[in-house]
């Protein structure tokens, strides 16, 4: 088994490393660890196996996985594909950081505790969006700067309302369906619009949300209109009526006692707290 060490593999003062990696099924299977550094990998293209910490895993298109210092590990693609990886490495000081400044108990959204490293499926849009910021990323200089700015997006897409994690085994379709309903035409048009978005029988989009997500539509879509409408009242001067209404909440009453019971206060009082700042 080989260890990367960190200060020994890049150059002084190197913050993080970006770098694309093909798997093909005649590739050497070889173990590696990591001394001094923790990644974040993810599946750009393909099919295959992750080997790692003993065990052996299906992954494919859209997994991520975050790699801590304890784990040993490699990738295998399967028979007839090419497996191709993307991963940024950098500093575990840098992990460290963020956890003692952001977090609880030295745990984040990402880099969790356990035998296995975390990993989860994201949307194609989702997908897209995280090799757009690893080619800037790439583009940068390797400051700390620039990989502190890449990693608290990342966190911010884990812990955010708009961009929630995907629990293990959420199916592509759902995970698809959840990330578009946070455009306003399509949470403005409600639990039709995101049956549809589906491509699956009411019944069974309604199970698979509560099943993965604990929510029923009408949660899941009622939390991202009350999101957006608290954006409206915070950044426009739209009447709370107009904003209930550009939000899909068609009658006022229900939208009043939706945003009491989500934000503790009503519309008027959040709008003019958020307004205090600036007088």
């Known amino acids: 088994m080989y260890i990367f060490q960190w200060e020994k593999t890049v150059y002084p003062g190197t913050m993080f490393t970006v770098a694309q990696s093909i798997y093909t099924p005649s590739h050497p299977v070889l173990l590696h660890g990591h001394d001094g550094s923790v990644e974040v990998t993810w599946i750009t293209k393909g099919e295959g196996w992750h080997l790692v910490n003993g065990t052996k895993n299906e992954i494919r298109t859209g997994d991520v996985i975050f790699l801590r210092e304890t ?127 589906c491509g699956r029988s009411p019944e069974h989009a309604t199970r698979m949300l509560q099943k993965y997500l604990g929510k029923s539509p009408t949660k899941f879509i009622n939390e991202i209109r009350l999101s957006r409408s608290a954006q409206a009242l915070a950044m426009t001067q739209l009447s709370i009526e107009e904003i209930a209404a550009n939000n899909g909440f068609e009658n006022l009453g229900y939208f009043y006692r939706l945003f009491r019971a989500h934000y503790k206060t009503t519309p008027h009082v959040y709008r003019r707290k958020c307004r205090a700042t600036f007088n």
């Open 71 to 197: 784990d040993v590990h490699t990738f295998q693609s399967k028979q007839n594909t090419r497996l191709v990886i993307t991963n940024t490495a950098f500093p575990v000081e840098i992990l460290e950081h963020l956890r003692r400044r952001y977090f609880q108990d030295d745990e984040d959204p990402c880099w969790q505790k356990g035998v296995y490293p975390r990993t989860k499926r994201l949307a194609k849009m989702e997908l897209a969006n995280l090799n757009a910021r690893a080619l800037e990323l790439a583009s940068q200089p390797p400051t700390r700067f620039h990989i502190e700015r890449f990693l608290m997006n990342l966190f911010a897409t884990e812990t955010g309302a708009a961009g929630a994690a995907f629990p293990n085994g959420t199916p592509d379709w759902l995970q698809e369906a959840c990330v578009r309903m946070g455009q306003p035409a399509n949470y403005v048009g409600g639990a039709k619009v995101f049956y549809s978005l």
